[in-house]
């Protein structure tokens, strides 16, 4: 049998109507699809600003350039994520101070946190883990407190709410990530949010090698022709018509003055209409992750070496994926035979996340082992189990009979 993939991307016909309709217009940078995609999202989000760019990193790395942090300056960042906080840290010449884990939301503890604040701190990024957005308020009570900036790491977390709140509305800015595994995706691609216009032109600006900010816009009077708009998704009608293409827009100002150093940052008019679409169908997509989450939490209850994922009542996950850990009885390499026998056996697996503060680039900073207990621990024994959007119900049962049926191979030996 083919292998059941760790994740896949949910394309309709709907994306891909919009993709030819950006092929065919000849525009296939800064256009209307961003700049719709960017609606969309600062909508959801309840933000007044959206900066649509070519990836998380790149935006959390011209946040971070954007509210000045650089070299002398602190950042504090969660050992257990992805990597992409802590690096982009080290692209603008700062330092990493990483925190050690909340056990249960497997989020940055808050008490950790606020305790590793100094005068040299200028900002903290906090990362919603697996969708995750506990603790957030608290973070901001603390970047308050002290002064310092708040940087919402959604990029796992897009359609989440938090006590009412929607994820992205936390930080002082937010950014969100597209790649094809998650909730919705545009291949690449990336967005920062925020309620700072001044914050919202510095990184329009930065995403185009520097070039002023409004130096890209809808020329005014533009023609528009009566075409009918394009079928929406759900059988609705779309906002965008063939007549708003991006041969509409014009170059207002000089292509060549340049107001700052900047990077190539820009989201293309083919990624942005993969956006736009999966927007349109991201309460239809939540719904169904949330659905193949419930099966699976079902289907472990009460399986006692299993910790499944934690969430309070507080809290509206949006699953990006599906993360089980191994009880404390396991060790590392055990966990590691595991996801390979799942391998062997068509199933696809894998350990998230690695602690951060151990890769190479940050040990040379001063970590080594033992210093983050909690997150090393985690990190020893998560298995990602396959998770997407249109996974049927019985690839996820295969999928979890052969996790169990791994776990007694495990324990055989173990007894041997």
């Known amino acids: 049998m083919q292998e059941i993939p760790l994740s896949r991307p949910d394309i309709t016909e709907r994306e891909r109507r919009l993709v030819e309709m950006v092929l065919r217009s000849g525009r296939l940078a800064l256009g209307p699809m961003a700049e719709r995609f960017e609606e969309l999202v600062a909508r959801r989000t309840g933000r007044r600003r959206a900066v649509a760019c070519s990836s998380g990193t790149a935006g959390l790395h011209m946040t971070l350039v954007a509210m000045g942090v650089g070299p002398g300056d602190e950042v504090i960042v969660p050992s257990f994520c992805f990597v992409a906080p802590a690096n982009a840290v080290l692209y603008v010449g700062a330092t990493p101070i990483f925190v050690d884990s909340c056990p249960k939301s497997l989020n940055m503890d808050p008490v950790r946190v606020e305790a590793a604040v100094t005068d040299r701190t200028k900002a903290i990024v906090a990362v919603e883990n697996f969708g995750n957005p506990q603790h957030m308020d608290v973070y901001r009570r603390i970047a308050d407190k002290y002064e310092i900036k708040l940087i919402e790491d959604a990029c796992e977390g897009l359609g989440a709410t938090y006590k009412g709140r929607a994820v992205g509305s936390f930080g002082h800015a937010a950014v969100f990530g597209f790649y094809p595994n998650k909730q919705i995706t ?138 089980v850990r191994l009880s404390d009885r396991y060790a590392g390499d055990e966990r590691d035979r595991i996801i390979a026998g799942m391998h062997r056996h068509d199933v696809g697996a894998a350990a998230y996340f690695p602690c951060v503060h151990l890769q190479p680039q940050f040990r040379a900073l001063g970590y080594e082992e033992g210093r983050f207990p909690i997150t090393e621990r985690v990190s020893q024994r998560t298995i990602a189990l396959p998770f997407y959007t249109k996974l049927e119900r019985e690839d996820a049962e295969f999928a979890a009979r052969t996790l169990e049926l791994m776990i007694e191979r495990e324990n055989l030996k173990k007894r041997a």
Do not use: C
Not at 194 to 218: E, F, H, I, V, Y
Not at 258 to 283: C, K
């Open 186 to 323: 545009t291949g690449e691609g990336g967005m920062v949010v925020t309620d700072d216009d001044s914050l919202a032109d510095l990184l329009q600006s930065l995403r185009n090698q520097g070039r002023p900010a409004g130096s890209m816009r809808k020329p005014s009077g533009a023609p528009r022709s009566p075409a009918e708009p394009l079928p929406g998704a759900m059988g609705g009608k779309s906002t965008m018509t063939e007549a708003e293409s991006p041969s509409l827009l014009a170059n207002t100002g000089s292509w060549m003055e340049f107001a700052r150093l900047g990077y190539n940052y820009r989201l293309s008019e083919i990624n942005a209409a993969l956006g736009v679409a999966q927007m349109e169908r991201l309460d239809e997509i939540l719904q169904r992750r949330q659905e193949v989450a419930e099966w699976y939490i079902q289907r472990f209850l009460d399986h006692s070496e299993l910790v499944l994922p934690s969430y309070d009542d507080d809290t509206a996950m949006s699953w990006f994926v599906f993360v």
